[in-house]
């Protein structure tokens, strides 16, 4: 096991009610800005139970965050907190909205053009609003981490920060605020945290039997949650454990003292970013492709997924590797999302452009060896079409 720090601020309210304690969460003379997205939490309730628990705090309303929230968009809240002298920032969202305000909590306290936090990925951040999180929508883990990833539209650029000052100082995670997702956003959810866990966890061996079986632990409750999910669609037990599934996979536990393969994720910003693409819609389509593509630096922890998470016992470990990863397609598939490129009517064509923008984004050394250029890259895009 590698060495490590773990270090978690984040306070999580688990459960059915939980909105309420906002009340005690929120400091009683705090200026809160609401920050949500397209309105899904009207619709659904949410948003008059947060109003409600607020009382007679002083409120504003920020909404129109997007799917993959851009700077654009973010400046505009930059502006709005900046004129009304908010003091308090609460998303009530899923992961975009919660990226989203961790951009404008640190935007707001930052001398110079705001756009350099992702230039520089967060290292240049001295001071950050505090805000606190309901999510809506499991899957990214926001809402107990503190990376964000914010959307530059005018240069196509999908850019990731992160630092420890903006760490939700508390998520609210309510199971029965996930009812009203419709089937493709569950689907994501469960493909999202699926993969972040896999990102952690398909590396190489160096004997972090905790970290490892953490992450077993977490796959194989997606395997068996996530189908239930789409069916069942008020099982509150089901989406409980999704839910704290999502945050756990990636609020640090898991990537602590072992290497980490992001090459998926950052293949999938570029599609996302270039062709609108969903992000966890991304991760389907390049997961499998870098796993062939890096089969044997990884066989070892393959055939240990092989055996521990889909139960494959026979044959010898390339060949449990290679039904492992077809097995993890399958899944994908069960959740109904795609996993090729011309599903997305993208063919060769395509790949010249994504490998430019991973160029221009600086992503040439990818994966847990730091040996997937853009040769490699485009390899993995072609096993994709
Ligand atoms: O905008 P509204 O109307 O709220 O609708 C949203 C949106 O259209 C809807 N939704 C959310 N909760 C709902 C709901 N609809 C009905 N009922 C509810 N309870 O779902 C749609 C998608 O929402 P979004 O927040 O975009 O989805 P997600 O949580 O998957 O977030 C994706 C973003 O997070 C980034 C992604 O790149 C992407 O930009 N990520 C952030 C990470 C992080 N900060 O650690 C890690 C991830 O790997 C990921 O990169
Ligand atoms: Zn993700």
């Known amino acids: 096991m590698n060495n490590f720090e773990l270090y978690n601020p984040t306070r999580l309210?688990?459960?059915?009610?939980?909105?309420?304690?906002?009340?005690?969460l929120v400091p009683a003379d705090a200026k809160v800005l609401i920050l949500f997205g397209g309105g899904s939490i009207k619709r659904n309730g949410t948003l008059d139970e947060v109003t409600t628990a607020l009382g007679n705090r002083e409120i504003s309303y920020f909404d129109g965050i997007e799917?993959?929230?851009?700077?654009?968009?973010?400046?505009?809240?930059?502006?709005?907190?900046k004129d009304?002298?908010?003091?308090f920032l609460l998303a009530v969202g899923g992961g975009s909205v919660i990226d989203g305000t961790k951009f404008v909590a640190a935007a707001a306290k930052f001398d110079g053009e705001p756009w350099d936090i992702l230039l520089k990925m967060g290292a240049n951040i001295n001071a950050a609003l505090p805000f606190g999180t309901v999510l809506t929508l499991p899957a990214t883990g926001s809402e107990m981490n503190s990376g964000s990833v914010i959307t530059k539209k005018d240069e196509n650029a999908k850019l990731f920060f992160g630092n420890p000052l903006v760490y939700p100082l508390f998520s609210i995670l309510d199971p029965t605020k996930t009812y009203s997702l419709p089937e493709?956003?569950?689907?994501?959810?469960?493909?999202?945290?699926?993969?972040?866990?896999?990102?952690?966890?398909?590396?190489?061996?160096?004997?972090?039997?905790?970290?490892?079986r953490f992450a077993e632990g977490l796959l194989l409750t997606l395997i068996e949650q996530g189908p239930r999910a789409l069916i069942e669609k008020e099982n509150y037990d089901v989406r409980?454990?999704?839910m704290f599934t999502a945050t756990m996979a990636l609020n640090g536990l898991i990537g602590v003292g072992v290497p980490q393969d992001w090459s998926t994720?950052?293949?999938?910003h570029e599609l996302t970013a270039l062709?609108?693409?969903?992000?966890?819609?991304?991760?389907?389509?390049?997961?499998?492709?870098?796993?062939?593509?890096?089969?044997?630096?990884?066989?070892?922890?393959?055939?240990?997924?092989?055996?521990?998470v889909w139960g494959i016992i026979e044959g010898d470990n390339a060949t449990k590797a290679a039904q492992a990863i077809t097995k993890t397609e399958e899944f994908f598939h069960t959740m109904g999302i795609k996993t090729q490129l011309a599903d997305y009517d993208l063919g060769k064509d395509d790949i010249a452009q994504i490998i430019k923008q991973l160029a221009a984004h600086g992503r040439t050394t990818l994966g847990e060896h730091q040996d997937i250029d853009l040769a490699t890259s485009e390899r993995i895009l072609q096993r994709s079409l």
């Open 13 to 24: 309210c688990f459960g059915k009610g939980q909105i309420a304690n906002l009340n005690t």
């Open 67 to 81: 799917p993959n929230p851009s700077y654009e968009t973010m400046m505009n809240a930059v502006k709005k907190i």
């Open 84 to 87: 009304e002298n908010i003091t």
């Open 184 to 212: 493709k956003q569950i689907a994501n959810g469960v493909v999202d945290a699926f993969i972040h866990t896999i990102e952690q966890y398909l590396t190489y061996p160096v004997n972090a039997a905790v970290q490892d």
């Open 240 to 242: 409980a454990n999704i």
């Open 265 to 268: 994720h950052m293949i999938g």
């Open 275 to 308: 062709h609108g693409i969903d992000h966890a819609q991304t991760l389907a389509i390049i997961l499998p492709s870098v796993l062939r593509e890096k089969e044997t630096q990884k066989r070892d922890k393959l055939a240990q997924y092989a055996e521990r």
